[in-house]
């Protein structure tokens, strides 16, 4: 660019930013930008003004959550419904936003359990008792957190078949209503033929979102793609979870691969605005 202008990527070099936060400050109108020839550009005193800010505290609002996943852990898997929905208003009158509250909070609570599972300290019913909470939790989180004003079109999230975690797509479709798009969450362990109706039948579709958490996932998830590849579903397929350590979006017939789930968010708010 000029000498009095940069680009986002520009941007980030100089700030020593991912690309990704460089877009969010952008899209949240924490760094002013505009659109010249389709791409952002950004003032150069814009950036100074940015740069010459006072670093903020860790975690906004000052808060820290850390010191609430152990809490909220032994809500869930106590079973102890209200007591998750306490912790979770307590944290959101405190500044937590919901997606701060499921990134910073739920996911790691949950990853904890998931552990301790897998390690004996938590038996399966514990488990269970906790993964059934979380769903009636997400309603209650969208119900109170309801976005208004015009959607910016569809995503479209899902898991394949043998894929039976949710949980992730469950909180990725939340996560999207909030950021106003429209979703339609088909789900655990879904056929590559409902990807594909869904898809076809779909207005304004911008995206489509799977994830797996196994390597055993794998072949189902190529099984999608390709099948909505072959219909001519021509938008990015976005795909995350821990199946996917070391592979490549080419390997599994993907465009892009969410490697942490803020980026995620923010990727397909850039692949939306292209």
């Known amino acids: ?13 100089t700030l020593d930013l991912h690309y990704m936060t460089i877009y969010r400050y952008v899209r949240t109108g924490m760094l002013l930008a505009s659109k010249k020839n389709g791409t952002w550009v950004i003032e150069i005193k814009e950036l100074e003004k940015l740069k010459n800010k006072a670093p903020a505290a860790v975690g906004r609002g000052n808060r820290d959550l850390s010191r609430r996943i152990e809490p909220l852990m032994n809500c869930l898997i106590s079973g102890d419904q209200e007591g998750v929905w306490k912790i979770a208003e307590s944290v959101r009158a405190a500044g937590c936003d919901v997606e701060d509250f499921c990134i ?52 479209i999230v899902g898991c394949p078949p043998a894929e039976e975690h949710g949980l992730v797509t ?25 990807f594909v109706e869904v898809c076809l039948d779909a207005d304004r579709l911008l995206a489509v979102a799977l994830s797996v958490s196994t390597p055993g ?10 099948s909505l590849r072959r219909e001519k579903i021509n938008v990015p397929l ?8 070391g ?13 942490d789930f803020r980026l995620g968010l923010e990727l397909i708010e850039r692949l939306a605005d292209g």
């Not at 202008?5 to 941007?11: G, I, Q, R, V």
């Not at 979006?249 to 993907?254: F, Q, R, Y």
């Open 247 to 259: 592979l490549t979006p080419e390997s599994v017939g993907a465009d892009h691969i969410m490697s």
């Open 1 to 13: 660019m000029d000498s009095q202008t940069c680009t986002l990527h520009e941007a980030a070099e």
């Open 170 to 194: 469950s909180v990725l479709a939340l996560l999207l209503k909030g950021r106003k798009f429209d979703v339609q969450d088909l789900g655990s362990n879904t056929p590559p033929e409902s």
């Open 104 to 155: 910073d909070l739920l996911f790691p609570a949950m990853g904890s359990i998931g552990r301790g599972w897998a390690e004996g300290t938590f038996s399966i019913a514990a488990e269970h008792r906790a993964s059934a909470i979380v769903p009636s939790l997400l309603g209650r989180l969208q119900a109170t957190s309801a976005v208004r004003g015009r959607k910016r079109g569809l995503i």
């Open 238 to 245: 976005v795909v995350g979870g821990t199946g996917l350590f």
């Open 217 to 226: 996932s794998l072949e189902g998830l190529r099984d999608v793609t390709e």
